[in-house]
């Protein structure tokens, strides 16, 4: 689930540590088009850093079953196994909150 | 940060953010080594989330520096929206200073040649070494059937206003000069191209913008393909119902001839002439990736291993974005998905690791029929391991109606793409 720590191994094993994502994490990634990163919603969308695995793993379950209708959810809900979707609910959990920002316009 | 000529000379020697461990036997040796070199070719969607989650992920440990030649970020996505008066240029351009949080260098250049052999590239201003390289250069416009399109002159003439920019404004303001009455003429090419529903989209923005300003006014799309290629009911009902009477939608209709001055397109049927004519031109992999050899589908795309994004042809290289050959849609979200897999992957190959063997993500495209209400087509993508290919996942589809909730949404989906690949 964590991102494991492994070695970076080039040159001369061992030279540098570095955390490679897993599967959840890549996977995790794919929702910050419409969340953010790290499930930090820059807004208009609800933030998953830090929400409570249950509560997660509940609302995308009935996403998936449609006891929670939806206009878009759904359409990701039911792409994903029960394994993914209690890894993400676990991944997002472990995410700190922070404040995300737009890009600024340039000067 | 941007670097000038003499950054590149340091670049080779510097051993900047190492997060050495001191316990190795060789450690003298590897203080003097300099970490894993990444270098992204464009600072597109693609190319400035690979550089970013290559270092986040790495926490720092991997040098990244994208090679990008503006000076801002336009998005794609919300553009049409220029057309159809509700968003500025201004409101969908960008600084790139968000990247330099990550530490990753940038250099305003464009690279003009690239030795996959001795991992080197060539840019106007130096040459630069790398480690691994990324290519995200988006797509590059086919003129060869159409060669009077091809150049600065014709462009103006006849814009195409598929690469967000100046193109936009200029696109906006012929259809806004235009009288009512006028005829606006579009031209979809075959599959595949940059954003599927792309061009339909446009038609809806151009049409809420008529509806408004200029209630006489025609618009004729003549689409290479059998049929509209994304969204097909969706759009059909939107231009039936919101903008009846307006549209003329012509299917099988491939241009053959542009008369630019006159703005007369011919197709194998008819000849049509417009007041404002949008040409939007057959596409491949950007022009870099084709320079290296990696657009070798057709001469036009470039095949990956959808478990890292490598090139099948070009070693030490990784293809994102709207250049890799897939049945994927060529999406800004699309493009976001196969940098972070890509990244991961990198990382992974960095450490002597095998990439994640079972790859997952998600897409999803709204298209704006008005100001306010869209639809999407979504899908989650899951690696086939007997095709080795992304194959679309149950559930995916498309709204049932566009909505003012989804028009909300698809708002969010732009400002937290932008917060995530800029900031
Ligand atoms: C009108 C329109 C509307 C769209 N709407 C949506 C939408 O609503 N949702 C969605 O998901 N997608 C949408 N798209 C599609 C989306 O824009 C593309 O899929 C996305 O931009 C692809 O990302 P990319 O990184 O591959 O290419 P790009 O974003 O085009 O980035 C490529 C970058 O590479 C740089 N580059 C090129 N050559 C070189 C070189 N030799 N050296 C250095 N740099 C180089 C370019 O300057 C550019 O910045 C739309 C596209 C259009 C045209």
Redesign the interface.
Same mark, same amino acid.
């Given at each position: 689930m964590l991102?494991r720590l492994? @070695?970076?191994?080039?040159?001369?094993?061992?030279?540098? @540590?570095?955390?490679?994502?897993?599967?959840i #994490? #890549?996977?995790a990634?794919?929702?910050?088009?419409? /969340?953010? #990163?790290n499930g930090n919603?820059?807004?208009?969308?609800p933030v998953l850093a830090g929400l409570d695995a249950s509560h997660f793993r509940k609302q995308m379950q009935d996403f998936?079953s449609g006891a929670r209708p939806s206009? @878009?959810m759904?359409?990701?809900?039911?792409?994903?196994t029960d394994a993914?979707i209690d890894g993400l609910a676990l991944f997002f959990s472990q995410q700190p909150r922070r404040p995300?920002?737009?890009?600024? /316009?340039?000067? | 940060m941007n670097l000038n000529r003499r950054d590149f000379m340091r670049f080779s020697a510097s051993a900047a953010a190492l997060t050495l461990l001191p316990l190795s036997g060789c450690a003298r040796a590897l203080r003097t080594q300099a970490s894993p070199r990444v270098v992204v070719i464009g600072g597109g969607y693609a190319g400035a989330t690979a550089a970013k989650y290559l270092r986040m992920w790495s926490a720092g440990a991997v040098e990244v520096i994208v090679i990008e030649p503006n000076p801002s970020f336009i998005s794609c996505p919300l553009s049409n929206l220029v057309l159809g008066g509700s968003k500025t240029l201004a409101d969908l351009t960008f600084g790139y200073d968000g990247l330099q949080q990550h530490g990753i260098q940038r250099v305003q250049d464009t690279v003009t040649a690239v030795d996959p052999l001795a991992r080197k590239l060539q840019l106007t201003r130096g040459e630069l070494r790398y480690d691994k390289l990324v290519i995200a250069p988006g797509v590059d416009f086919i003129y060869d059937s159409l060669p009077m399109l091809d150049s600065a002159e014709a462009s103006q003439q006849v814009p195409h206003a598929w690469k967000a920019g100046p193109q936009t404004v200029l696109l906006q303001q012929q259809l806004a000069a235009m009288p009512d009455g006028g005829v606006f003429v579009m031209s979809v090419p075959k599959a595949p191209y940059r954003c599927p529903p792309g061009p339909y989209e446009r038609v809806c923005q151009v049409a809420s913008y008529f509806s408004q300003h200029k209630p006489k006014a025609k618009i004729i799309v003549l689409d290479a393909n059998p049929e509209i290629t994304s969204k097909k009911a969706l759009f059909t009902k939107v231009w039936a119902e919101m903008y009846a009477g307006m549209i003329d939608y012509r299917p099988n209709s491939q241009l053959t001839e542009v008369d630019v001055a006159a703005r007369e397109v011919k197709t194998e049927f008819e000849t049509v002439s417009a007041d404002v004519l949008n040409v939007i031109p057959p596409q491949r992999a950007g022009k870099v990736a084709q320079l290296v050899g990696a657009a070798n589908v057709d001469k036009r795309w470039c095949e990956v291993d959808f478990l890292s994004y490598a090139s099948k042809v070009v070693p030490d290289t990784y293809i994102v974005g709207d250049s890799v050959s897939a049945a994927l849609p060529k999406s800004a979200h699309m493009a976001t998905s196969q940098a972070r897999v890509c990244a991961s992957a990198i990382l992974a190959t960095l450490a002597g690791q095998q990439p994640d063997p079972q790859p997952v993500f998600a897409n999803t495209c709204y298209s704006f029929v008005n100001a306010r209400m869209a639809m999407h087509v979504a899908h989650v993508y899951r690696y086939d391991q007997h095709k080795k290919i992304m194959l679309p996942a149950e559930g995916g589809g498309v709204s049932a109606q566009p909505s003012e909730q989804e028009g909300q949404y698809a708002y969010s989906w732009a400002q937290n793409i932008w917060s995530d690949v800029l900031t």
């Open positions: 991102s492994i @070695v970076l191994g080039l040159l001369c094993a061992p030279l540098l @540590v570095v955390a490679e994502p897993d599967h #994490t #890549t996977l990634s794919s929702c910050a088009a419409c /969340h953010g #990163t919603s820059a807004g208009g969308t998936k206009t @878009v759904q359409r990701h809900a039911k792409g994903l993914e995300a920002s737009l890009p600024a /316009h340039p000067r | -």
